[in-house]
């Protein structure tokens, strides 16, 4: 059975927004069965001997599939996707495809989205940050419009069928919604709509909060 290193606690600010959710999500899509193995940040558990045997680099998530260890969230999107033989494309081309979908959320669009989500929810007094955040917020409006284009005729990033870029690009999308940017691009909005409508989105959600609420019930 695949585990799942996932946070037990988080700061307020990204509570829903964490890349933990990307790996629960894709699991529950495929079908996989695993378990949580949670992590309280707070207490250091992340930078654990154990846990850095799974992730040098302390970060979360991380997956244990009987042995067989890896981290970075787009990584084991696909590798869930792979394994459960679901979320891809079987042919070779429409397979780039997906893989181009995928590094442009994590490579592309997440970087400048997440320096204004950082700003905004972290710094948004401190006077580097008011400086900063006009560049930030106009970074992020250039990756909305080509979205925006692309979403006008597809239902999802590489057409009309759900797949696993979608759970990238759409958990991406959620690091702006605290911002006015998603209502000047309605195709996309209506996207991230369509993809947190699906039943395996809502139960690790449901779920993720449950974790967190429960964690703090016992502070």
């Not at 037990?8 to 829903?16: G, K, L, Y």
């Not at 999107?77 to 959320?105: M, S």
């Not at 970087?111 to 905004?120: M, N, S, T, Y």
Request: proline share 6%; aromatic share 10%; hydrophobic share 45%.
């Amino acid at each position: 059975m695949i585990t799942v290193y996932a946070f037990d606690n988080v700061p307020p600010p990204v509570r829903a927004l964490t890349r933990d959710l990307r790996v629960l999500w894709a699991l529950e899509e495929a079908g996989l069965p695993y378990r949580v193995h949670p992590l309280d940040f707070a207490k250091g558990d992340l930078k654990s001997p154990d846990y850095l045997r799974v992730n040098p680099f302390g970060r979360v998530p991380s997956i244990d599939d009987d042995g067989f260890k890896l981290f970075e969230s787009g990584a084991i999107v696909f590798y869930v996707a792979d394994k459960a033989g679901a979320l891809l494309p079987a042919d070779a081309r429409k397979r780039a495809l997906a893989w181009q979908w995928a590094l442009a959320a994590l490579n592309t669009v997440e970087p400048d989205f997440l320096q204004l989500a950082v700003i905004d929810l972290f710094h948004a007094d401190k006077a580097w940050a008011k400086e900063r955040r006009p560049a930030c917020h106009e970074a992020a409006q250039k990756r909305l419009a080509v979205l925006e284009q692309h979403l006008a005729r597809r239902l999802y990033v590489m057409g009309n069928e759900f797949a696993a870029p979608d759970i990238l690009m759409s958990t991406v999308l959620r690091q702006v919604q605290h911002t006015e940017l998603l209502y000047g691009a309605p195709n996309v909005a209506a996207y991230k709509d369509r993809c947190e409508k699906r039943p395996a989105w809502k139960k690790v959600l449901a779920e993720h909060e449950k974790r967190l609420d429960d964690h703090m019930a016992t502070v």
